[in-house]
């Protein structure tokens, strides 16, 4: 793990000339860190079931499909996590924001300036809404004889997407105004080295060490952003890992118990039910 502003800031090939970009491409798998960009970013994924999307504090297993928004400024990655897939789709659309600085506040905007707003933390859209528009979003090119007509096209991909009742806000650090930049970037650290490092023993003054703050400041600093103790945000890492190893391998329980970072069955199983409400073996 890095520092704490340990993220790369990427240029895209958008120009200022362009209302938006998109790139379609084939890739094996991902490579790349964690990231931000001044432009907005919609990116479509097929054949990902166990990569890892990262947007700020949210740390996500994927299914077979993805779609998500983030905004400019907005810190995102994704990793191959237990993804064995080698034949991935990626769609990525980026766009300046400024483009819609005359339309927003007229009345017919007004759900896509919302989701918009809701950006900033990163959203996610249900899979009926990625069914309607996938094939729309695989139709979308530079082209510059087609430019117009894929321009509307986007707005009306967009208007879909403001319109998911189902869509859902991902980074709880983002989504709380009065956290600032510094704080931020704190948050992404520790979130991001808790799932990085769940199999082994994690203890609150490592992670204290981590990001520059005494163990009380720590334990004050979780509980005022994420609602949670250190112990249990730790802890819901490693039952949400706990569950997919139990719904996509052949481990035993005791070995999803030990892969996932607990020390022992009876503590797995205790924590496993209050969380899910059943048992693992259930």
């Not at 240029?11 to 379609?24: A, H, M, R």
Request: proline share 2%; net charge negative; charged share 25%.
């Amino acid at each position: 793990m890095g520092k704490v502003n340990d993220f790369l800031r990427e240029l895209t090939p958008l120009s200022t000339e362009d209302c938006f970009l998109v790139i379609q491409r084939p890739k094996p798998g991902f490579y790349y860190p964690l990231h931000t960009h001044n432009e907005f970013q919609l990116n479509y994924l097929e054949n990902v079931s166990g990569a890892l999307r990262i947007v700020g504090d949210s740390v996500e297993e994927m299914d077979d499909f993805d779609l998500a928004l983030v905004a400019g400024g907005t810190k995102h990655a994704y990793t191959n996590h237990t993804c064995k897939c080698e034949n991935i789709w990626e769609v990525t659309i980026q766009f300046h924001q400024s483009m819609f600085d005359s339309l927003i506040y007229k009345r017919h905007f007004q759900s896509i300036k919302k989701m918009f707003e809701n950006a900033s933390s990163g959203m996610v859209f249900s899979k009926e809404t990625i069914l309607l528009i996938q094939n729309d979003l695989k139709q979308l090119t530079n082209d510059e004889p087609n430019s117009f007509k894929n321009f509307i096209k986007l707005l009306e991909i967009l208007k879909t997407l403001s319109l998911d009742e189902n869509a859902k806000r991902l980074n709880v650090s983002e989504a709380v105004g009065n956290l600032n930049k510094y704080d931020t970037d704190r948050l992404d650290s520790i979130i991001l080295y808790m799932h990085e490092n769940h199999q082994q023993q994690i203890l609150l003054s490592d992670v204290a060490v981590l990001v520059s703050m005494s163990e009380s400041s720590l334990t004050r600093f979780l509980k005022k952003w994420t609602g949670k103790t250190f112990v249990d945000n730790l802890n819901d890492i490693r039952i949400a890992e706990a569950v997919n190893r139990l719904r996509e391998t052949s481990d035993s329980i005791s070995e999803i118990c030990y892969k996932c970072g607990f020390n022992n069955i009876s503590n797995f199983n205790r924590i496993f039910k209050r969380r899910k409400g059943i048992t693992p073996s259930a």
